[in-house]
């Protein structure tokens, strides 16, 4: 009797050992945290050595093949994924002239088909008509990240504040809108990736103090009323984030 006992004991730690390993592997990986949450999970390759980028954009919105290569080529240069795939898709919408965050938060979780699993983390980037529903008279929202795997570009802004007389470069303010929402989700400024230095500006959290830097809060948020003419380069990232990126994992 007592080794029937036993037995029935160690059989039922088994299971119960079995059952703790195959949740732990099957468990999803959160996409809906805070911004940051996932930048060592992005910069490094700990966990996840390839990374895809799933691209959603309306009709007659989708960013250019140039601007969606410069950011291949940031996350190259960057982190330490293997792999890194682009994939991009046209989305049947209801159409809105503003979007709310919560409006924004329903088309993803209504049209994301990319989850992270196994050694591929999943990315989120929607790209839409209209504007953001923050805008206000003299300043306007181009991008925004708001979870830990997620950011949307209001791309029909961009469109009608580039490529004109004293206006910025279209490619060149996409991809600059594209990469520093990204730069967000590594953690960017002290939101996952901690400050090595402090150069966080106070005034406009999560954001570099260098005017210089990609990170500068103006670059997603533009005042109509001042000359925001951006040179024909894009902004990279300056030495205080580019010394925080790989101190988190990072290149």
Do not use: W
């Not at 190259?76 to 898709?89: C, H, L, M, V």
């Not at 966080?200 to 103006?218: G, R, V």
């Amino acid at each position: 009797m007592k080794n029937i006992f036993k037995i029935s004991l160690l059989f039922f730690f088994l299971i119960i050992s079995c059952q703790s390993d195959n949740d732990i592997n099957d468990s999803p990986y959160p996409y809906s945290n805070n911004v940051g949450y996932s930048a060592n999970d992005i910069l490094s390759n700990n966990i996840f050595t390839d990374i895809i980028i799933e691209v959603l954009y309306v009709d007659e919105f989708k960013p250019s093949d140039e601007a969606l290569n410069n950011f291949k080529s940031l996350i190259e240069a960057r982190t330490y994924k293997n792999i890194i795939q682009i994939n991009t898709r046209l989305i049947d919408i209801s159409i809105e002239e503003s979007y709310t965050l919560d409006a924004v938060i329903n088309i993803e979780d209504n049209n994301r088909s990319y989850y992270s699993k196994a050694n591929q983390l999943a990315i989120f980037v929607l790209f839409l008509n209209g504007s953001s529903s923050k805008d206000e008279e003299n300043s306007v929202i181009l991008g925004m990240a708001y979870r830990n795997t997620s950011f949307v570009i209001f791309e029909e802004t961009i469109r009608l504040l580039s490529d004109s007389a004293n206006e910025p470069n279209r490619m060149v303010l996409e991809t600059t809108v594209i990469e520093h929402e990204f730069g967000h989700l590594l953690g960017l400024v002290d939101v996952g990736s901690p400050m090595i230095s402090d150069h966080e500006d106070m005034e406009n959290n999560a954001h570099c103090i260098s005017e210089d830097c990609l990170m500068y809060y103006e670059i997603e948020s533009v005042d109509r009323t001042r000359n925001f003419n951006y040179e024909a380069k894009i902004p990279q990232f300056d030495s205080f984030c580019l010394a925080d990126l790989k101190a988190n994992g990072g290149k």
